[in-house]
């Protein structure tokens, strides 16, 4: 699997953020699903929709990720989280967890998850 062509869901409660990375993974090829702007939606589009990758905001509107940070991981759906916060406000059980902080250059993000994608 690669980026092109895969199901990318998006989780970022920030309009311009969101906005930019939906752009990004649009021109690398994917299908983006959302973007998610609070953690129920993100869940509800984990178990209603076939996803592949995802993108999380660990900080969504003063809630962390992790609820659906679990459901992808309870599935195998590889995900990256991306945070202005530093690594070490990462739940201990995510530590081994993709982090790119933000800003991050686009091609971060784009090796993350192509690495991620390839993956067994």
Not at 44 to 72: C, F
Request: glycine share 4%; no cysteine.
């Amino acid at each position: 699997m690669q980026v092109r062509g895969s199901r990318v869901l998006v989780v970022e409660d920030q309009y311009l953020i969101a906005d930019e990375v939906v752009r990004l993974l649009k021109s690398w090829g994917a299908e983006v699903l959302g973007p998610a702007r609070d953690i129920d939606a993100a869940i509800s589009i984990v178990e209603q929709s076939r996803v592949d990758l995802a993108v999380l905001d660990i900080n969504m509107r003063g809630r962390k990720i992790y609820p659906a940070a679990d459901a992808l991981r309870k599935r195998g759906i590889p995900f990256v989280f991306v945070s202005a916060y530093d690594r070490s406000e990462v739940r201990a059980d995510f530590h081994n967890a993709v982090f790119i902080g933000k800003p991050f250059p686009p091609q971060t993000l784009r090796s993350a998850l192509e690495d991620l994608a390839m993956a067994p």
